[in-house]
């Protein structure tokens, strides 16, 4: 490891080390434009020059470019080096607009800070500027190009880190624009990072534009809410309104950068429709009737029904400390533990993905992009993970291998091997991948299995591989074969990880909740519709958007004596609701979650919670008359759980007086070694896993499928990155930006029905049917039909799944609707 002097103080690094990054290790932070530690050095903007006194390199040089070597002497202060900075700091000016006050850049400006630490104030040059025209980028991104300074930071994410090539440098010399050949919405789902890689205005944040400086803001540390993978961010509010969601950078999650879902998708918290007071049957009560109210619903339907009437549901999207607290209220009245799905088939695969994980095999985003084999199963990066599908690019930028199996029509920002069969011969197909690629069935193939021997090799020729396996799709038991095989890996010297992707932010933590006495959600309504269930509570749930038969659910609703609903969302379970407390949300409150590989993470609350002061005031001036009280405060879920036991008659001291750690270390057996003085925790591994006798589950994946049939198409209802996550469909920009649903079909398939690219087709599924535009791709699996569980297609009509369809009663729609 060479050692370096910078400005007289040494320091030891690792071999391959810029010098720029070299002294920053010593807290000497010296001026960058175009240089990015994800990017890497471009040698663009030069205002990274410093002085090489001694060793191998002297003279004036660019600290982006040059590796530390042993013997280097560099002084970052040398006249010289300082002289030349203010040049190339004045030469960057030339063409700069004099915009700061109407800039969204201004004030956390990079340009802005360099010319000032570079001591140039006074514009010398009297020419004209050059000027260039902006571009219309779509809803997200604002063009600004008079601001550009020609760093390339913006072009090498896009086009490198990213692998997107509708952006990126036109013209030449002087001219260079960076832009798009013709104006239209960037197509890349990471387009958002722009914003933060550009050290100008030139990209900036067209939601929020002109809305706040960066010094009005209060500003926290968060995890995004809309995947299973927890990548932190860093949320902007004011005056009580989110204003802004950025990149936060954590080198073992998402690194520096955040999919477009997670930096727009917060506008949930500001709607204008969203719950703010409590309810009573639809009349708007204050808090105390509120909780009275509804704990005298709950007291009524016990003594009428006993402690089994009463019912409680709960999501992934619930914080750990209020799935904890929602368990003691249960656990204290007798009422059982809550339901945590409602899609029970699926929970039961995440319940088997997070038993098999443990320290030994659990991979994060940042092990991924050190692999040199990615085998992804069961998963689609883009639509599910959008950040999963970054890391995968990092691993092909490094010269690693993806290869996906999975019915679905992949597309990813990479050149990549690609598998499609049916969800029931993943398991099976998985377990033959692991047998083919094991040293001992070296050399032989599979003779009707040809992309699958060569997947297999790249399996066996790999050191560092990764196994990405979703949970997502029915009929798809491959979480035993994953586990297996990876640990099967590990016994032939290689260095495996494997990745679980889970459905929702939380899910990790409420498959943790001790198990609901081995019932289902399909047993829940079962038991409201014969009388069983009188009373349900739900907590941060919206079942009637998450189950497959909306009706059947909204009738069992109906027979219930008492619906008690706490939640943020203007949800369709709200509207029902015959009682209503709303709750804050992980902007408000702040929340703990457990991600996909149980990393444990805290949400710091941003604001204090209340009304916008936009929706007070109508967009005008806000009241000028000073109250003691917040309009429309909400309270953490798990605050008014402990409230609600309280005013159920439990002694405080059953539901805790303590931080909400307190609660979370008692309900839940794998967090209890974690010391509540310690909360919030940030990073700490939860990993409970137990690994289980290699083999003991391969074989029996696949076999018990369904023969398929020629004449039937089975639907599979999948995600889409914009419109099908819960959260952000409630976002404005993100439904602006989202793609009309369509239906996908295998090209031959549609073909031989005599159906084209484009028609617009009836599909008898459900009680009334759909009408959808139809897709079609090459690349799928046959013997399928895909469907977006997108927020405008009423999929909650199609009943349980799988659903298997007539491919001969698909009818195409002509122009007049016939």
């Known amino acids: 490891m060479p050692t370096i002097i910078i400005d007289d103080r040494p320091v030891e690094v690792e071999s391959g080390t810029k010098v720029i990054d070299a002294a920053e290790q010593l807290g000497i932070m010296i001026p960058r434009f175009c240089y990015h530690p994800a990017l890497g050095a471009v040698g663009a903007c030069r205002v990274c020059a410093v002085k090489f006194v001694d060793g191998p ?18 002084s970052t202060s040398d006249p010289e080096a300082i002289d030349f900075r203010r040049h190339v700091i004045e030469w960057l000016m030339l063409n700069h607009p004099h915009d700061c006050p109407v ?108 809305k706040a400086r960066r010094w009005n803001l209060e500003r926290s540390p968060s995890v995004c809410p809309h995947c ?74 016990e003594q009428a029904s006993g402690a089994a009437g009463i019912a409680t549901l709960t999501s992934g999207r619930a914080g ?92 990813l920002p990479l050149d990549f091997e690609h598998l499609a069969i049916p969800p029931a011969e993943l398991g099976s197909a998985l377990s033959r991948l692991f047998a083919c690629a094991s040293a001992e069935e070296e050399g032989k193939t599979w003779e009707k299995e040809e992309d699958e021997s060569g997947i297999a090799a790249l399996l066996r020729g790999s050191e560092r591989p990764v196994v990405v396996c979703g949970t997502g799709l029915p009929e798809a038991e491959i979480q035993d074969p994953a586990a297996d095989g990876v640990r099967s890996l590990a016994g032939q010297g290689k260095v495996p990880g494997l990745f679980f992707l889970l459905p929702e932010v939380n899910s990790f933590g409420a498959a943790l909740l001790p198990a609901a006495d081995g019932h289902a959600f399909e047993d829940m309504v079962t038991a409201i519709e014969r009388g069983e269930i009188r009373g349900l509570l739900i907590v941060e749930s919206d079942p009637l ?59 710091a609350p941003v604001h204090q919670g209340g009304l916008p002061v936009r929706q007070v005031s109508g967009g005008g001036h806000p009241p000028r008359i000073f109250t003691n009280e917040i309009p429309g405060e909400p309270k953490s879920a798990w605050e008014v759980l402990q409230a609600l036991g309280r005013a159920c008659g439990l002694e405080a001291a059953e539901m805790g007086t303590a931080s909400a750690w307190e609660a979370v270390a008692g309900e839940i057996p794998a967090l209890a070694g974690l010391a509540p003085k310690l909360y919030p925790f940030d990073g700490a591994r939860v990993l409970a896993g137990r690994p289980g006798p290699p083999g003991s589950h391969a074989q029996s994946a696949g076999d018990s499928r369904r023969p398929a049939s020629p004449d039937l198409l089975e639907v599979l209802l999948v995600e889409q990155t914009f419109g099908s996550e819960e959260l952000a469909s409630y976002s404005e920009v993100i439904q602006e930006v989202e793609e009309e649903p369509c239906a996908v079909m295998q090209a031959d398939e549609a073909g031989a029905l005599g159906l084209s690219h484009g028609d617009r087709v009836r599909l008898p599924i459900g009680r009334e049917g759909i009408e959808i535009p139809l897709r079609l791709e090459a690349h799928m699996a046959a013997g399928a039909i895909l469907l977006p569980r997108h927020r405008r297609l009423d999929w909650q009509q199609f009943g349980k799944q799988p659903v298997r369809l007539p491919a001969a009663r698909i009818r195409k729609i002509d122009s007049q609707g016939g």
């Open 228 to 301: 299973s993978l927890g990548c932190n961010t860093m949320a902007s509010a004011r005056y009580r309104e989110l204003i802004r969601q950025e990149a936060r950078r954590n080198d073992a999650v998402n690194g520096h950068f955040i999919c477009d879902r997670g930096r727009y998708g917060f506008a949930f918290a500001n709607r204008p429709d969203r719950p703010r007071q409590p309810k009573k049957l639809g009349r708007p009560v204050d808090w105390a009737e509120g909780l009275e109210s509804l704990s005298g619903g709950l007291r009524a339907v």
């Open 320 to 411: 750990l400390e209020t799935l904890a607290m929602l368990k003691r209220l249960s656990r204290l009245q007798g009422w059982g533990s809550p339901l945590v799905a409602v899609d029970s088939a699926r929970h039961k695969r995440v319940l088997r993905a997070i038993e098999r994980l443990d320290e030994d095999l659990a991979c994060s985003l940042a092990g991924i992009e050190e692999s040199d084999f990615v085998l992804v199963i069961g998963a689609d990066p883009i639509n599910e993970a959008p950040m999963l599908a970054l890391a995968l690019r990092q691993v092909f930028r490094r010269g690693g291998r993806v290869a996906v199996v999975d019915p679905r029509p992949i597309t």
């Open 103 to 210: 800039c969204d850049e201004g004030g956390h400006c990079l340009l802005q800070e360099e010319t000032v630490s570079g001591g140039h104030g006074i514009r010398k040059y009297p020419g004209p500027k050059r000027t260039y025209l902006d571009q219309d980028l779509g809803l997200l991104v604002q063009h600004e190009m008079n601001r550009c300074i020609h760093c390339y930071r913006c072009s090498g994410f896009y086009q490198d880190y990213a692998g997107y090539r509708d952006l990126g440098a036109l013209q030449i010399a002087s001219n260079v624009y960076f832009g798009r050949f013709t104006d239209g919405r960037l197509e890349s789902p990471f387009a958002g990072n722009l914003i933060d890689v550009c050290p100008t205005g030139v990209y900036t944040d067209r939601p929020s534009r002109y």
């Open 57 to 74: 390199v002297k003279g004036i040089r660019m600290s982006c470019i040059v590796e530390a070597k042993d013997g280097m002497v560099v």
């Open 545 to 603: 958007a998450m189950y497959h038969d909306r009706q059947r659910l909204e009738r069992a609703f109906g027979r219930l004596e008492f619906l008690a609903v706490l939640d943020y969302l203007p949800s369709a379970t709200v509207s029902l609701a015959h009682h209503l407390l709303p709750t804050a949300c992980l902007f408000e409150c702040g929340a703990s979650f457990i991600n996909q590989e149980g990393r444990l993470q805290f949400a």
